[in-house]
C-alpha cells in the first residue's frame, strides 16, 4: 500500500512540473536550445523521482506498516531538485513573458500565476524538506509529502485551467477592440462538450 501511495505522489509531482514545463515550453517556442534544456531537466526530474520510488521500502514495526528510506540524504534531493527546477521554470517563464512586450491582461495574469504558483510550491517543499532533514522519525519524515503533493498538483491545475476558461477579461489594455489569441485550442473528444458549446 505504501509503494502505491508513493508512486501516486511521485506521479502527481511529477506531472505537476511537467504541467508547468509544457507552458515555458509554448513561451519559448522559437528557443530549440532552451526546449532542449527543459526536456533535459524534466527527464532529470522524472528520473529522480523513479530513482526515489526504487529506494522506497515498507517495513512493519509493531504492527504499523512504516516507510525506511534507504537513502534518507537523497529523499532531500529529489526536494532540493524539484524546488530548484521549479525556480528555474519560472524564471524561464518570466523571462520568456518579459521578450514579449504587451500590456494585456493575459501576460499580467501568466505573470501574476507563475510567481503565485512558485511561492505556493515553495513554502509546501519547504516544510517537507525541513521535516526530512531534522529527521524526527520515518513517519514525520514522508507525513507532509501527500499534502505537498496536492499542493503543487492544484496549484499547477489551475494554472493551466485558468488559461483554458472562457474570459473577456483578456482583452488589451490599450486597444479594448483587440482580443489577445489563445494559448491554446479547444478540443473535443467524442461525446463530450467542448467549453464553448456548454
Not at 522524472?46 to 512504516?66: D, K, P
Not at 483587440?178 to 458549446?197: H, I, M, N, R, Y
Request: aromatic letters at 10%; a positive charge.
Amino acid at each position: 500500500m505504501n509503494l502505491i501511495t508513493t508512486f501516486a505522489t511521485n506521479a502527481a509531482i511529477g506531472c505537476s512540473t511537467t504541467n508547468l514545463m509544457i507552458r515555458t515550453w509554448l513561451i519559448w517556442k522559437t528557443s530549440y536550445l532552451l526546449r532542449l534544456l527543459l526536456v533535459l531537466f524534466s527527464l532529470g526530474h522524472w528520473t529522480m523521482l523513479t530513482l526515489f520510488l526504487v529506494t522506497t521500502r515498507a517495513s512493519t514495526r509493531s504492527g504499523v506498516c512504516m516507510m525506511s528510506f534507504i537513502k534518507p540524504a537523497y529523499t532531500s534531493a529529489v526536494i532540493i531538485y524539484g524546488m530548484l527546477y521549479d525556480l528555474a521554470l519560472l524564471v524561464f517563464t518570466v523571462i520568456g513573458l518579459l521578450r514579449m512586450p504587451s500590456s494585456s491582461t493575459l501576460w499580467k495574469m501568466l505573470l501574476k500565476q507563475g510567481v503565485i504558483y512558485f511561492i505556493l510550491n515553495l513554502v509546501a517543499n519547504l516544510i517537507l524538506l525541513t521535516l526530512n532533514l531534522l529527521n524526527l522519525n520515518p513517519t514525520m519524515d514522508y507525513i507532509f509529502s501527500m499534502p505537498a503533493a496536492c499542493i503543487c498538483t492544484i496549484a499547477s491545475s489551475q494554472v493551466v485551467l485558468a488559461l483554458l476558461r472562457p474570459s473577456t477579461t483578456f482583452e488589451s489594455d490599450s486597444a479594448p477592440s483587440t482580443k489577445v489569441p489563445p494559448l491554446t485550442s479547444d478540443f473535443t473528444v467524442s461525446g463530450f462538450q467542448s467549453t464553448a458549446e456548454a
